[in-house]
């Protein structure tokens, strides 16, 4: 029998400008390439010639919401300095996904900063965020609030210190937990204040938090801890700052904000894995899924874990399924993964949950940061050829499934 999905359920893609358009030359992550860190990017997937042409396949499949970042590196190339060309081409590509009939959702930070900006500190320097960071959700505001159908603000904000100050590879590749938790601090106040200013567009604004459930795999008191921390690390910050106006990151005293409670239209997350421990280290969740090529579980009954663990956290708020994907070249291994995590969308829905879509990461495959090319995460190739998983979306948007 069809799945019934509510009207204006939102199905929809994710993609990243680094990820698609290629490294921005005035971007840090532009050098970390050149200085040997990460693969080179290129031009991306192509898209920054190509969108119209992706929003025509998009509008096929009748994945009709399609989330972005304008790069702020392309933007604003020295600081106070803005490219008129770069605020055309971004217009043009919203304009566009208008003209397509897709809902173009726009985010301002995915994990890459201007040269100018990361040379002054980022994050780590707090005039940053109460200055440039600020200025720069007026620009962004000013310059696109008429196209922009919704927002985004900041993409994984709790991912983004662990991958760039926790010793991941990121830009710029420290591994200090001072610094961590102060870019902590910074990224997630600048998430939540970027948020209560984009709403005043009237656009509605979701969250991307990046999640994942931490499960105990034994009885072993370690494995507890180890969850329980991780969940005080990924967790709390970002909901409990939106849940009751207090910033409480781990090692850092509590920083009330009541102001930023309930900055967020819905919440919105990025699903990809959970993790289990045993003996207090961390495993394989299931101990018998799948692995990914990037070291994880594939798992779609997770995403109904996280989606439970998310409601029971913030009950009163709409969630957003903000990310879905799987990074593989077995398109028959991501059929079944859609489809089993449409189902388990189906369900949380008829039992209650105020979910109001699905964005699928990602539209076309694309540059996958330190593993360059070879993690395949779209439904339409390079080529631009639409995958056969990319009927299981189509169906259930276009109503019917």
Same mark, same amino acid.
């Given at each position: 029998?069809?799945?019934?999905?509510?009207?204006?359920?939102?199905?929809?893609?994710?993609?990243?400008?680094?990820?698609?358009?290629?490294?921005?030359?005035?971007?840090?992550?532009?050098?970390?390439?050149?200085?040997?860190?990460?693969?080179?990017?290129?031009?991306?997937?192509?898209?920054?010639?190509?969108?119209? &042409?992706?929003?025509?396949?998009?509008?096929?499949?009748?994945?009709?919401? @399609?989330?972005?970042?304008? &790069?702020?590196?392309?933007?604003? +190339?020295?600081?106070?300095? @803005?490219?008129?060309?770069?605020?055309?081409?971004?217009?043009?590509?919203?304009?566009?996904?208008?003209?397509?009939?897709?809902?173009?959702?726009?985010?301002?930070?995915?994990?890459?900063?201007?040269?100018?900006?990361?040379?002054?500190?980022?994050?780590?320097?707090?005039?940053?965020?109460?200055?440039?960071?600020?200025? @720069?959700? &007026?620009?962004?505001?000013?310059?696109?609030?008429?196209?922009?159908?919704?927002?985004?603000?900041? $993409?994984?904000?709790?991912? !983004?210190?662990?991958?760039?100050?926790?010793?991941?590879?990121? /830009? +710029?590749?420290?591994?200090?937990?001072?610094?961590?938790?102060?870019?902590?601090?910074?990224?997630?106040?600048?998430?939540?204040?970027?948020?209560?200013?984009?709403?005043?567009?009237?656009?509605?604004?979701?969250?991307?938090?990046?999640?994942?459930?931490?499960?105990?795999?034994?009885?072993?008191?370690?494995?507890?801890?180890?969850?329980?921390?991780?969940?005080?690390?990924?967790?709390?910050?970002?909901?409990?700052?939106?849940?009751?106006?207090?910033?409480?990151?781990?090692? *850092?005293?509590?920083?009330?904000?009541?102001?930023?409670?309930?900055?967020?239209?819905?919440?919105?997350?990025?699903?990809?894995? $959970?993790?289990?421990?045993?003996?207090?280290?961390?495993?394989?969740? /299931? #101990?018998?899924? &799948?692995?990914?090529?990037?070291? !994880?579980?594939?798992?779609?009954?997770?995403?109904?874990?996280?989606?439970?663990?998310? @409601?029971?956290?913030? #009950?009163?708020?709409?969630?957003?399924?903000?990310?879905?994907?799987?990074?593989?070249?077995?398109?028959?291994? *991501?059929?079944?993964?859609?489809?089993?995590?449409?189902?388990?969308?189906?369900? *949380?829905?008829?039992?209650?949950?105020?979910?109001?879509?699905?964005?699928?990461?990602?539209?076309?495959?694309?540059?996958?940061?330190?593993?360059?090319?070879?993690?395949?995460?779209?439904?339409?190739?390079?080529?631009?050829?639409?995958?056969?998983?990319?009927?299981?979306?189509? *169906?259930?948007?276009?109503?019917?499934?």
């Amino acid at each position: 029998m069809a799945t019934e999905w509510p009207d204006g359920f939102m199905w929809g893609t994710g993609a990243s400008s680094t990820q698609c358009e290629g490294a921005a030359p005035a971007s840090d992550w532009w050098d970390w390439e050149r200085s040997g860190h990460a693969p080179l990017s290129g031009d991306g997937n192509g898209f920054g010639t190509r969108f119209r &042409e992706d929003f025509a396949l998009l509008s096929a499949l009748g994945l009709d919401h @399609h989330r972005l970042s304008i &790069e702020w590196a392309r933007l604003e +190339p020295e600081s106070g300095v @803005h490219d008129p060309a770069a605020v055309a081409h971004y217009r043009e590509v919203l304009s566009a996904a208008h003209e397509a009939g897709i809902s173009p959702w726009v985010s301002l930070h995915h994990f890459t900063l201007p040269r100018w900006f990361a040379d002054a500190g980022g994050f780590l320097v707090a005039s940053n965020r109460t200055d440039a960071w600020t200025r @720069h959700v &007026e620009f962004m505001v000013d310059t696109f609030g008429d196209l922009a159908a919704g927002w985004q603000p900041i $993409n994984e904000t709790n991912y !983004y210190s662990q991958a760039a100050y926790g010793g991941h590879g990121w /830009p +710029p590749g420290h591994n200090d937990a001072a610094e961590r938790a102060e870019v902590d601090v910074a990224i997630q106040l600048a998430n939540a204040e970027a948020a209560v200013r984009l709403r005043q567009t009237g656009a509605p604004v979701s969250s991307i938090f990046g999640l994942s459930a931490f499960v105990p795999q034994d009885d072993d008191p370690a494995s507890a801890a180890a969850a329980d921390a991780l969940h005080a690390h990924l967790w709390a910050p970002g909901l409990g700052l939106f849940r009751d106006g207090v910033l409480r990151v781990p090692g *850092r005293a509590p920083i009330e904000r009541s102001d930023l409670a309930g900055s967020f239209d819905m919440i919105g997350f990025s699903y990809y894995s $959970n993790i289990g421990f045993r003996a207090g280290r961390p495993r394989l969740h /299931p #101990p018998d899924a &799948e692995r990914s090529p990037l070291g !994880y579980g594939i798992s779609a009954d997770g995403l109904g874990t996280v989606l439970d663990r998310l @409601h029971a956290e913030v #009950p009163d708020t709409p969630i957003l399924v903000a990310e879905y994907g799987i990074g593989t070249d077995d398109d028959e291994l *991501r059929t079944r993964y859609l489809e089993r995590g449409l189902e388990v969308v189906a369900e *949380r829905l008829a039992e209650g949950m105020d979910i109001r879509g699905l964005f699928h990461w990602t539209a076309v495959d694309n540059y996958e940061w330190l593993h360059g090319f070879d993690v395949a995460f779209g439904i339409v190739d390079r080529a631009r050829k639409v995958k056969p998983s990319a009927a299981v979306l189509q *169906r259930a948007a276009l109503g019917r499934a």
